[in-house]
């Protein structure tokens, strides 16, 4: 009985914090990747992982900045991979659909660029921005110095106008 | 340009929320706790892809929890095998298995595909070798990276030495520019080179990326452009880093990682930055 009282509380407890976090960290996902199939795909991921360890994930000091990082970098490793998967899937004939949701022209030429920039620039301008995260915030989710996180922000901030400024001049 | 990228980025924001918005959260958190599926449009790719690999599997798994450094061919050969594509691996449990600090999430390579690209032509104990290092890597298990090397024998930093688990340890516990197994993850996707000694004995050394054996005076600019930008792709560097080091430095001095293979033997020796 007791068992059975912990497991439930376990699973509230898990779906708490899943309601609390899976639009953000699909927000975050999306603009990592320009891509809500795609994004869907990590978040389910990022949480499933969160979900299966869920006793030693609960327990961190901040679950939600765990669920981000692996997010931030399933973003990275998925979106590689499941460009040569599409490849593949091109050459296999079945049509993918087209996402529920497209993202603003405008928005996604700037989540496009944000893609060129180094991949911790990246992440950070987009826990930044999307996820309204302060500076703090995004070093303690990257698991790096504050300094680190702002220089961060402020390299790719500087690198992404310049890239922007191209894209309107060429 | 500065107001200018702040409202479109704070626009973009808008957008990418607005997206998230729309998904169906609650069929979602049934995938997830119904053990997660892949979206059905992947489905196809994948048992092709899956079908392709069974033929990896059988090399790279015997090569898999070898506790010494040294990794032997399975088939006792050195020839070129095509072993070296994606293995069944563990998923990740991005958890920071031996970090040994505490419960907070400082894995920098968590999240990041325990499993290698493929790249035909290495030897199949070094491919084992490859895959072994990379799947450490990609859950921080300082254990496992502890098992795969000699540390009496394995640079990692220059002025220190005989501890690279201790160094790699507090350089993800530090925060900083470069993590070093984030970068020893995605480095070894990088294309490799290969060299030996002058003097011969044996050895080859195979090293990820492969523009770290290269000599920018001697290979042609379109070769060392591309060299670039497969490090570039990797995102461990930028790619105006990896340039300003070959034409300005006069060499890449960025993250590298080097495998020794001498009578069907592989042995981890560098992981390193710098010249």
Redesign the interface.
Known sequence: MEVEVVERMTDRSF?TF??EH???V???A??LTTD??I???I???????A?R?WD??G????PG??VR??????S???WR??RS??R??VR?G?P??A??????A???A??RAVRQL???QAVA?ALH??D?LPVAEV?AV????EG?AK?HLHRG?QR??SL??DEVTT | MTNELETRLRAAADGARQAAASTDTDALLDRIEGGGRRPAWLAPAVAVASAALVFAVVAVVAGLGTPAPRITDPAGSASPSPADTSPPSPEPTATETSSGSGPVAACSAVGLDPAVVAQPGLPAEVAALRQQIASAAASCDFEALGRLLDPAAFSYSFGVDGDPIGYWRDQEAAGGDYLPMHALRLILDAPHGRWEMASGGGSEYWVWPRLAVMNPEETPRDELDAAIAEVAATQVHTAAEVEEMVYQAGGYLGFRAQIEAVDGQARWVVFIAGD
């Open positions: 779906r899943y309601d899976v639009r953000r699909t927000a975050l999306v603009a809500s199939a994004a869907e795909d978040v389910q991921e990022a949480f499933l992982r979900y360890d030693r994930v327990a961190y000091d901040d900045a765990w990082r692996v997010a931030a970098n399933l990275h490793s998925r991979r499941l998967e599409g593949a899937l296999l079945p993918r659909p996402p529920a949701v497209e993202l603003p405008d928005g996604a700037v989540w180094p991949r911790r301008i921005y999307v309204d070093a990257m698991g790096i110095s680190t220089a901030r992404l106008a922007l400024e």
